[in-house]
């Protein structure tokens, strides 16, 4: 029996899976996807957000900008790309202008460091390709930009380096409450913990009434984006918001921590798991991203994708509406991390931290720290950022490391097998992608996915047919030789 079962591998349970370990427990991390970050934590804007947004009172207001002060270290630790760009929260009036006081004013109330209201010249002056009209701005230079997938793979997999048992391809059915443990029933088979965290995302509250009566809801969102080829990358320095409405932060323009531009997003009720982009919710992100950046070339389009949002919309009874939701549950040993939205991704090193110490460690009366405890993970090489002479060090020790399969990225077979063999390693075409960024490029893996493909039948030992682009059963990319096909035909 375990002590915890965490149920979802999304950013909130992998990154508290990997701050569980710093005690000696007994952990089981569960997806149903065959990859850890695979739903809301895959697909958002990707921004460290400085945290002046949310009122104090709410979980999302405390935890924001203390997870802000806490990304840098972390992203060190696991060593994943973060860039503190800073952000503008852009005025066009008057009326704007006064918004943006009211942020400001929150902002130091929630401890957001080193804000500042600047006016059009200086506005002008730090972003020259902003429209004319914009007359002032909110600077909150501790905003940043991160790789979300990244980051929450490799706290899955430091979470699995200090001795977390990762399972994917579990999908949980159903829950059943013992005297002093729960049976958790997966498509893979049962499992027994002690304790459970509910970090299921955008189905967190259907997970909850497999144990307990019903008390909160979640509302899926759908926020489309498009993301833009390197060329037009540098088209603005910072994280550009509009002034928000009563609606949320609006359409944002941000580089990319590796080097994009992002468009995005808008807010569309779906049904959950409707992840599909329309062109007419696409129309009003370019409308609407115009307005502050009127310069955007459309034509470096590389990609659409859309997330959802996992909105609260009946209040839990212990938190306000619309906040996150981390407590122990009416149903004692199960702790709901649900509502789990922006800024769940900045939050994520600080609530982690609470969940852990404040909800989680009462729990277990004899509980003892781990002293062998690593918060790092080994580095990951990056062929592309290597010196001439890096370079040609470890293409002497791997010759792989100087055979480039994604030509967009500069991505080399080393790095690939690289990401295939780590704990929580790459299993998928999709999983290499996020991992390494082979396919990422201008083509999206028109030229090396086939070699990816390749690449992870050889490593995993399998045949060709046997790899999936994404999900289990979704996505498999061959089904035969041609020769064969063409042989049934006749
Ligand atoms: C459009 C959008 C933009 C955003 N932008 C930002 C931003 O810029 N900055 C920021 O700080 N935050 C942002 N957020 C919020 C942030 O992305 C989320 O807070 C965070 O990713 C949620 O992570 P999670 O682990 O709770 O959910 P998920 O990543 O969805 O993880 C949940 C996991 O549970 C698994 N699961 C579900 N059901 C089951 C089951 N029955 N059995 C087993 N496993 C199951 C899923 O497979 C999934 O892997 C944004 C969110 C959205 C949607």
Redesign the pocket.
Known sequence: MYDIAI???????SYIARELTRYKLDVVL????ND??????????????GGYDAPSYKFKGRFNAPGNIMYEKICEDLDVPFKQCGSLVVAHNEYEMATLHELYQNGLKNGVPGMRIIFKEEVHQMEPNLNPDVCGALYSPTAGVVS?FELCVHAAENAVDNGVTLKLN????DIKKLDDSFKIT?TAGDIEAKKIIN?????AD??YEMVGEPYFELLARK?NYFIFDKEAGSLVNKVIFPCPSKKGKGILVAPTVHGNLLIG?DAEPVDKGDVSTTSERLDYIKENALKNVPSIPMNKIIRSYA????TPVKASFTTTDGDFILEESPVKGFIN?AG????????IPAVAHYVVEEIVVPMFPDIEENHEYNPKVRKHLRFEEMSDAEKEAIIKEDPKYGKVICRCETITEGEIIDVIHRSAGARTVKAVKKRSRAGMGRCQGGFCSPRVVEILARELNCTLEDIMYDQQNSAYILSGKTKSAAEEVL
């Open positions: 149920i979802g591998a999304g950013i909130a349970g569960l997806d149903g996807e850890v970050g695979n739903q809301i934590t895959m697909a958002n804007s990707a921004i460290v957000h979300p579990h999908l949980v059915t997966t970090a299921a995302g955008v189905y259907d997970i926020g997003p997330g959802l949002r996992n991390v789990y939205e922006s800024p769940g991704l900045t939050s």
